[in-house]
């Protein structure tokens, strides 16, 4: 490598380790969620980019979580989801409230376990049991009243248990759903509320998430396209954002459970979620710190 060719590769270098660190100092200074995410709130669409699902392979695991654990992650990120996206809607109609999922369906898998996403214009149930979780629509009127008196809405996107060669998992379109591409999925969900609500969509419209999935497929069979590979500083970066934001989940959700102890049980109830919370949010601040000195050093600071 000559001196020319040489300057030009430490200048594709420094920038791209400037933008990572910019992206940590952009996630350290926004709650919740993360630089992209925030972008993607301020244009919801179902057309998400996502760099993990688009470049899965077969080492990228099948969603092997209980349906349970399964919806508490999808509640986890429309919670943040709608926090942040109710913080620049104009249209208070499209305001977005979430109720976390309840019911039964630890104790006796033969129970549903539901919860919902709604605006004032369109409600979301989602309902799970052992073998599948469906989402569809519901006029808000209907939400809590006997669903005998609500209209018959096919769902719109279904996840079902499947067995695959390594086991059974979650699939969607008939594929199998990566773990990586779970975030994704909840985004597309997520933007699929609010474009129903917006009347972009028909409430009844299937949610299309194949082009993902055989993505995946193609890249993981011999003679694929060659999945690039990320850099040490790109991996200890993502790594660090995704401890924050799995934090941030984390003290979102235990604020709502916050909220519906102190109806039913006051303080006592509380204190423990308090202290569970303060704690959470002293990690938070000790990894923020190793983030910023890690930010630091793509800036090739000592």
Not at 87 to 116: H, L, M, W
Not at 142 to 153: C, G, Q, S, T
């Amino acid at each position: 490598m000559n001196q020319d060719q040489g300057e030009v590769f430490n200048q594709i270098r420094r920038r791209q380790t400037e933008d990572l660190s910019r992206k940590i100092l952009s996630s350290l200074n926004t709650s919740f969620v993360g630089d992209h995410t925030m972008a993607w709130l301020q244009n919801v669409n179902e057309n998400v980019e996502n760099k993990q699902a688009a470049t899965a392979t077969m080492e990228d695991p099948v969603c092997q979580l209980s349906m349970v654990a399964l919806m508490d992650s999808l509640f986890d990120d429309f919670n943040r989801y709608a926090y942040q996206f109710n913080q620049t809607e104009e249209n208070r109609a499209f305001v977005v409230t979430c109720r976390r999922p309840a019911g039964d369906g630890i104790k006796d898998p033969s129970n549903f376990y539901q919860g919902y996403l709604q605006n004032s214009v369109w409600g979301m149930q989602v309902r799970g049991d052992t073998k599948a979780v469906r989402f569809s629509f519901i006029p808000p009127k209907f939400l809590y009243e006997d669903e005998k008196n609500r209209p018959a809405i096919p769902a719109f996107v279904e996840l079902t248990v499947q067995m695959f060669a390594d086991g059974p998992g979650w699939s969607v379109d008939g594929k199998q759903l990566r773990n990586s591409q779970v975030p994704f999925l909840s985004k597309k969900i997520f933007a699929r509320l609010v474009r129903v609500s917006r009347g972009d969509v028909s409430e009844t419209e299937p949610l299309v998430f194949d082009a993902v999935a055989e993505k995946v497929e193609e890249q993981s069979l011999p003679g694929g396209a060659v999945v690039p590979q990320q850099s040490p500083a790109e991996t200890i970066t993502y790594s660090l954002l995704a401890v924050l934001d799995a934090i941030d989940a984390e003290v979102l959700g235990l604020q709502q459970e916050g909220i519906t102890a102190m109806r039913s049980g006051g303080m006592e109830a509380v204190m423990p979620i308090m202290k569970r919370t303060e704690a959470l949010k002293a990690l938070r601040e000790s990894t923020a710190g190793v983030a910023r000195d890690w930010a630091k050093l793509l800036q090739g600071g000592a």
